[in-house]
Every structure is written in C-alpha cells, then in structure tokens.
C-alpha cells in the first residue's frame, strides 16, 4: 500500500478554497485501522475551523476537515483492535488536533474512537451521530447521571439537544426542550413537551411544569444567556450541563439552589489523547439504542458529493439545513 494514493478535500489556509487533491494514502499504525470513509457529515465546528476562528480545535494548515464519518475498515495496524477488516464502523475521530479528517477516501484512525455501526443505519445515517450522540451523552450520562422520572430541560433543540431529548428519554426521564415555536413539532416527534421560547418566559414555564421547584437536569447546547437561564431553572440539589459554557457568568444563583455544574468538551480526547476508549464505549451505547429505536438521526435529503462541500458549509450558514448535512464519498 506504499505508493497508493487517495482523494481528498485540502484546506491550505482560512477562508481559502477547498481543493481537491490526489494525496499518499495513509498506512495504519500500531492502535490504528485504515478506514474506507463512505459519508462524513458536516458540524458547525468545522466551519468554525475553515474560518480560522477554532482555535481550540487546534487544527493546523493545511488540513484536512471533517469530524464524523462512517465507513469500512480496510486493513489494520499492529496488534489487537477488536475489529475485522470489513467491518462496518463509524465515530468522531479526526478534523481536529493535527488529526486528518474525514473529508477524504481513506483515514487511518485510533481504533478506540470507533464502534460498530448500528445495523439499522445506512452510511449516511450513522455518520451523522458521533459528535452530537457524544457531545448529548457525556452531558446527561457521564456527568449529570439522568435517571428515570427526572424532570430533564434542554435549551435549544439543535443536533446536540435532538439527542439530548432522546437519550434522556431511553433513560425513562420525563423530558422538555425550550426552542422556537418553528422547533415545537420536532421537539414533540421527539417524545418531549415543547416551550416556545419566545412566547414563554422561564419563570412561566418552571410553574407550569415543575410546580416553581425548578429542573431536575438542565442541558444547555446554546451557551451565553442561555446557560443563565439554566442556572436560575434547575431545582435545588439540581444539575446544569452546558457544552457551549465558554463566557462569564454570575454562580450565584446555581449557589444559591446548592448545585451542580458540568462543562462538557467533547474534542478533548483527540486533542490529548486522553479517554479515547470511553468515546468508543460511548459510540457503542449509540449503536444499542439506535439498534433499539430509541434514537434517530436526522439527515438532511439532499446529497452532496466531495466538490460540493463549500455548497453544503453554506447551507450551514444560512440555517437551510433540513437535519445533519451529510458528504458522500465516492470510492
């Protein structure tokens, strides 16, 4: 495979155009396994990181973007992995951390970011989850411990949130997600109650669904207002997760109720080589409840090739996307 070559999208500085280009096709090492990418969908972040405006992304250029991915493994480095060449599997493992993406033909990545697709899924699908199911579940799970009967609010009902309401929801939560009212049918479809943030004001919507006591869980996927409105929602003893907790805000009132507040940074793993295996264990957790019907992704119809990724990243900006924006990968 020495001389082998593969396709692949090239970002050679910010804002540039993406360029397609014929590069040396990776070799696995040692940990790793060689994947044929099949689909790679497309994060917020990673136009973040094309502007140049990630800087804890840490991606240098030229680079190679791309988060999530689904595909088959085509060969294996050294050693045990726990998986077979053509074997189906996706995850979050690259784009990010000098890591090459997935915006590629072929990837050689750290076999203990990766699971087995579920089987109900195609490519498409199952590229679409590892960055929110990870980002929604170290939130819920990790930190907050969700259990059954909790009173669980999530703010904002994007790609993290949908799969905020539905893990929190498999774990028998009685769930609620404030939103737009143009969010409300899906946030419903979802299995939980909507609250249309424009017309309901927080104090309103914690009388009406907790009795004044406050929320159980509150995840916050939106950060700045928002993850103050989540500390002045959540119950006594309660617990605040926010993935976006990157300002200033007061702790009183969070210390004021005697709780807890957990931020959660999904890529800190692939930037530190820390905890890469708990992002396989969790991609595996994804699989059992998608296999189970209890999680959906939601991917955007359309379909984009490699050429068409700066159309796809302007869908993107101009909040055109019907779901999660999926690249397809030609072989």
Request: with cysteine; charged share 20%.
């Amino acid at each position: 495979m020495t001389n082998a070559v593969m396709d692949a999208l090239v970002l050679h500085g910010p804002n540039a155009p993406f360029t397609l280009a014929s590069i040396a096709r990776p070799e696995p090492v040692a940990g790793q396994v060689l994947v044929r990418i099949k689909a790679s969908s497309v994060n917020p972040l990673d136009l973040k990181i094309r502007s140049g405006s990630a800087a804890h992304a840490k991606q240098p250029f030229p680079a190679i973007l791309g988060m999530d991915f689904a595909g088959t493994i085509e060969a294996l480095g050294a050693g045990e992995c726990g998986f077979a060449v053509g074997d189906d599997v996706y995850g979050l493992a690259g784009g990010v951390g000098g890591l090459q993406g997935s915006l590629a033909q072929f990837a050689a990545v750290d076999a203990s970011l990766l699971a087995p697709k579920p089987s109900n899924l195609g490519m498409r699908e199952a590229a679409a989850l590892p960055l929110v199911f990870i980002t929604a579940w170290e939130g819920l799970v990790d930190r907050a411990q969700v259990q059954a009967r909790q009173k669980v609010l999530v703010l904002g009902a994007g790609g993290v949130g949908q799969m905020a309401i539905q893990i929190a929801s498999a774990f028998g939560a009685e769930v609620f997600a404030v939103d737009t009212a143009a969010k409300g049918a899906t946030i419903e479809q979802l299995g939980a109650t909507a609250i249309d943030r424009e017309r309901t004001t927080a104090q309103e919507y914690v009388g009406d669904h907790t009795g004044g006591l406050g929320f159980d869980v509150v995840y916050d996927t939106v950060g700045g207002a928002a993850l103050d409105t989540a500390f002045n929602v959540v119950r006594r003893f309660g617990h605040v997760v926010s993935c976006l907790g990157w300002s200033t805000h007061s702790l009183a009132p969070l210390s004021f109720r005697a709780a807890t507040y957990s931020g959660v940074f999904t890529l800190l793993p692939m930037l530190t080589g820390e905890g890469r295996a708990h992002h396989g264990d969790i991609m595996r957790e994804a699989t059992r409840l998608v296999e189970a019907g209890k999680v959906v992704p939601f991917v955007d119809p359309r379909s984009f090739k490699l050429n068409a990724v700066a159309d796809a990243h302007r869908e993107i900006e101009n909040r055109t996307a019907a779901g999660k924006i999926v690249i397809e990968i030609a072989d």
